[in-house]
């Protein structure tokens, strides 16, 4: 093992076990009526170091975003660095790969770069993790889906043949893929140098900038221009869900997580999900909302949460994988904070297949912009497959 992650894997262990002790005895003081503003200080401070110990573990796990694997690099990723190094070189390479230029003076970045920043994104934002991502090469994915899932019946030889009555009908979704653009900056005299990794630096800087927009959008985007977000979709109490919108459970509360056993609701928040979905949901929700959480137990003592001590791994809610965005809403009042989901089938992602670059030198003296341009769309698939925790009273 990495001694890296070893040490950040055994600070981790650390951490839990005093945030445990420490939240134990906290939980002792408020049983008894005694003060516990200590403790609560104490058990922040641990919490900063179980985020930091999984900060570092993760970035470890990325292996240096901004490194790129570039294993035999084409001549025309070659031509490619060498025409970002140096300006002059622009009209001996747009020469040679005049196929992928267009009249602006754009052109697609070949497979070795466009494969890294895809890289770079998708470890940085949560939702390509957890949904469904496929590439396209036209302007709209469509996709045919069956409201509720198809039934399946028997019947014997000379039976009558029905047909799949079953059906609840089908639901057209397409999925546009919208524009996307960041600008990376590098120094005339960054670029010279022979030792920096040029391509690792766009890939990094560029993947990062997308992630973060995509995050936002995959979460709360209204599909205007942008990818559609499964929070903005109608959301109804669950008993009452219907196709087209998202069911939720409610707190308990109306502002926060129900002072008497929280746990429940996330119990009833996991069970609302069909069986199908549900051995594959997995959690969603922000740093501040966890922080919360950890502090919950079930009807046996247990924690809710446990951190994973294996690298590569997710930590664990109530038995199932916990993953981290901070676009997700914080606790407040009517919010939604927590989703559990089977995410690969309820959430797609599209990418259109290739990822456009114009490389401005002349703008600002000393500095070359690489305007970097995608195009991304994403939303709902499948309405049962995603369930929210709202704060509310009901």
């Not at 010279?192 to 800087?205: K, M, P, S």
């Amino acid at each position: 093992m990495d001694p890296e992650v070893k040490k950040a894997l055994e600070d981790l262990g650390k951490s839990w076990k005093d945030y445990r002790e420490t939240n134990d005895a906290r939980m002792e003081a408020i049983e008894k009526g005694l003060g516990h503003a200590e403790l609560d200080a104490k058990l922040a401070n641990i919490e900063a170091s179980i985020t930091e110990a999984k900060a570092q573990i993760n970035r470890i796990n990325l292996g240096g975003a901004g490194q790129a694997s570039h294993q035999g690099p084409s001549a025309i990723a070659n031509e490619l660095v060498g025409w970002m190094r140096n300006k002059d070189r622009q009209t001996q390479f747009v020469s040679k790969v005049s196929a992928s230029v267009n009249a602006d003076g754009g052109f697609i970045v070949i497979p070795e770069i466009d494969t890294e920043i895809a890289r770079v994104a998708s470890a940085t934002c949560a939702m390509r993790g957890l949904a469904n991502v496929k590439t396209i090469g036209r302007p709209s994915f469509v996709k045919f889906v069956n409201k509720g899932g198809l039934t399946a019946s028997g019947d014997d030889e000379g039976d009558e043949k029905t047909g799949n009555e079953g059906t609840p009908g089908l639901a057209r979704i397409e999925i546009f893929a919208h524009n996307l653009r960041t600008r990376p900056v590098a120094t005339e005299e960054s670029l010279e140098d022979l030792d920096f990794d040029v391509g690792g630096w766009l890939a990094e800087e560029a993947g990062i900038a997308f992630a973060e927009k995509e995050d936002d959008w995959f979460i709360d985007g209204d599909g205007k221009k942008k990818a559609r977000g499964f929070l903005s979709h109608a959301i109804v109490a669950n008993a009452s869900y219907e196709w087209g919108k998202i069911g939720y459970i409610a707190s308990g509360a109306a502002a926060d997580f129900a002072s008497s056993n929280p746990s429940d609701k996330i119990i009833d928040l996991i069970h609302s999900l069909k069986a199908k979905y549900r051995r594959n949901g997995v959690f969603l929700t922000n740093n501040l909302t966890l922080a919360k959480i950890r502090k919950f137990k079930d009807g046996q003592g247990n924690y809710l949460w446990q951190p994973s001590f294996v690298a590569g791994q997710p930590d664990m809610l109530a038995g199932y994988p916990v993953s981290e965005d901070d676009y997700m809403p914080d606790v407040e009042a009517n919010a939604y904070p927590l989703a559990f989901a089977d995410w690969k089938q309820g959430y797609q992602i599209v990418d259109r297949r290739g990822i456009k670059i114009l490389v401005d030198p002349y703008t600002t003296e000393g500095a070359v912009k690489f305007r970097t341009y995608k195009r991304v769309g994403g939303d709902v698939i499948n309405f049962e497959a995603i369930k929210l925790l709202k704060i509310a009273s009901s």
